[in-house]
């Protein structure tokens, strides 16, 4: 599949707001429309972060996007600068076409250009092994509580 991989401009949202509600259904979560613009509007307009929500345009399809991607870079009190890649998403009837694999690789390569230091992506028992794949290492589990 032929896919551009570029950052996301306001004309996208609409296809965003299609992959959240597909990733939140995968969950079993409930889609928040509050939380969806908030979140867009953060990684959009912000001047760090709004060239790491990565997209994957479908050229021959106008406006329909395969995936995305939120790749953010939090710098510490310190000075140390750490990447977070977050909420990656393929849309469900793309999914085993590399989509993914492009997506977390230009969200890597941003990632180093703003001088991440270290990289850190959550990541559940069946996506591990995919993860791997770019050189990630179990380093610690995540636990929660609701």
Known sequence: MELKIRTAIPDDTEELKRLMVQLCEAQGVEFSEKRFKWGIQRRMYDRLQKHGLIVAENPRESKKLGGMVFGELIISPHGFAEGYIRTVITDSQARGLGIGKQLIEKTIEYLKS?????????????????YKKFGFKEAYSVLELY
């Open 114 to 130: 703003m001088g991440a230091e270290v990289i850190h992506i959550n990541a559940t028992e069946k996506q591990k092994e995919f």
